[in-house]
């Protein structure tokens, strides 16, 4: 495989001015050597092919479980720089983007500049001719001044392959702040935004005017991500049955508002909201962060009255907390949680919390340890079922985690990490490009 600056150099246009030349049609098309490697036929996406106009997080990622499905996902990106998450930090031995390295494993990424009309026909090329699906996570309207829109792609490949009516069975998927109409359709939306409008930082933190706190990752991308992954599944199941493709409009807005449906409920119909808790939950207790012995904490959840009076007798040794109107259940105990934590907390500062982690355990009451990123990489429980595997990249070898849900007669896909424009050779040549 030739290095990213000769792929550049050799196959990728870098100004308009670049002669027509440049892609020589030749009579050969052929399958990428990459791709017929990368992806087994027994995966149920494979003969899937997903071009992703991508940047960033949520659409990676949708596209990432698609290809660990078996779909053969082309990433297009700008040449030299490629997708600009790259560029967002270098925590991976220096050198790799960690959003990145998260969302783009087993992909190939063909560099294109869009805004070159040649690129541009190779990249309609490309949808026409290969393309069961087309996703893109550009500003709202962008796709369509480029020729790119659903309408716009659905006539162009009805036009080209006529009497295959692949336009018609041409599944389209977008992904945008807000949604692709209505008053803030054009207006500018990334992850923290998001999480403010759907009402996530009214409920997370601590008390007070200056409590709120954002959710410590992509949420707002994540849950978009999400959504487009498993409609764009049900739009191939569609497509099955119908033989028609479709257009999905997706946005962030909506995703994480679905993900807030308890506070929201919770303040139906003008009631007031779930407060700010901190580590702990709004509305049930004890469930959250106690303080042990030595500087430690332990996290453990007591749902019902049964598991209340567990904790009560056998772990704090208090039978007459289950008769304490202040605890007589979860709402009172809600009420009353200052005083609660204080005193259990209280009676956890006689142990490690080993030993507390050991006495909860002996009585059946949940609990947890509160983890850093090096507790998570190094998890008994990840380790036991062997949920890390090495993926190659640009800067050697490194562990991702196998994606939930992959079934025991099909191995994991983990593939590589492309670098930019890794795969402009094989897919111009597949094309008839050279």
């Known amino acids: 495989m030739a290095g990213v600056r000769d792929t550049l150099r050799t196959s990728i246009p870098t100004t308009r001015s670049a002669p027509r030349s440049r892609y020589l049609s030749t009579s050969t098309p052929f399958q990428s050597d990459d791709f017929k490697y990368n992806a087994p036929c ?11 106009l991508e940047q960033v997080i949520s659409m990676p990622l949708a596209t990432r479980h698609l290809a ?22 270098s925590r991976i031995r220096g050198k790799l983007c960690s959003h990145f390295a998260w969302t783009n494993r087993s992909k190939e990424s063909l560099a294109l500049d869009i805004k070159d009309p040649q690129d541009m026909d190779v990249l309609k090329t490309l949808v026409c001719e290969k393309a069961d699906v087309f996703v893109q996570n550009l500003r709202p309207g962008d796709a369509e001044k480029m020729g790119l829109g659903y309408k716009a792609l659905k006539g162009m490949m009805n036009e080209r392959k006529p ?16 949604g692709s109409d209505g008053p803030y359709a054009h207006k500018k939306a990334y992850d923290l935004l998001i999480q403010a409008e759907a009402g996530v930082l009214s409920i997370t933190g601590t008390e007070g005017d200056n409590g709120m706190a954002k959710v410590g990752c992509s949420i707002a991308d994540t849950a978009a991500g999400m959504y487009a992954y ?26 994480l508002v679905e993900w807030m449906g308890f506070p929201m409920y919770y303040a139906h119909e003008g009631q007031s ?39 009560a007798t056998q772990v704090l040794d208090r039978e007459d907390l289950t ?3 202040k605890f ?14 204080a005193l259990i907390s209280g009676i956890f500062a006689q142990w490690d ?10 009585a059946g009451i949940a609990n947890a340890k509160v983890n850093d990123m090096h507790g998570v990489w190094d998890h008994p429980q990840l380790q036991a079922r062997r949920r890390w595997r090495d993926v190659d990249s640009e800067v050697g070898p490194i562990k991702a985690l196998i994606a939930p849900g992959t079934t025991a007669d099909v191995e994991a896909r983990m593939d590589k990490i492309p670098e930019v424009g890794e795969h402009n050779d094989s897919i111009l040549r597949e094309l008839g490009f050279q």
Request: hydrophobic share 30%; glycine share 12%.
């Open 230 to 255: 498993s409609n764009i599944l049900g739009a191939i199941i569609q497509r099955q049955n119908t033989g028609k493709g479709c257009e999905l409009d997706i946005s962030m807005l909506e995703s």
């Open 42 to 52: 027994n995966r149920p996406l494979s003969g899937i092919t997903i071009v992703a």
């Open 163 to 178: 009497g295959e009516n692949r336009g018609e069975k041409l599944i389209y998927a977008s992904i945008s702040g807000y």
């Open 328 to 341: 007589r259940n979860t709402a009172s105990r809600s009420e009353n949680r200052d005083e609660l934590e």
């Open 68 to 89: 660990e499905l078996g779909a053969r996902v082309i990433k297009i990106e700008r040449p030299g720089t490629g997708d600009f998450v790259r560029h967002h930090d």
């Open 353 to 362: 919390t080993d030993e507390v982690t050991r006495r909860l355990e002996d």
């Open 323 to 325: 008769v304490d109107p």
């Open 273 to 311: 909201g779930p407060k700010r808790a901190g580590a702990s939950h709004a509305s049930i207790y004890p469930y959250g962060p106690f303080s042990t012995g030595g500087g430690g904490k332990v996290m453990l959840g007591v749902q019902n009255e049964r598991e209340w009076k567990t904790l």
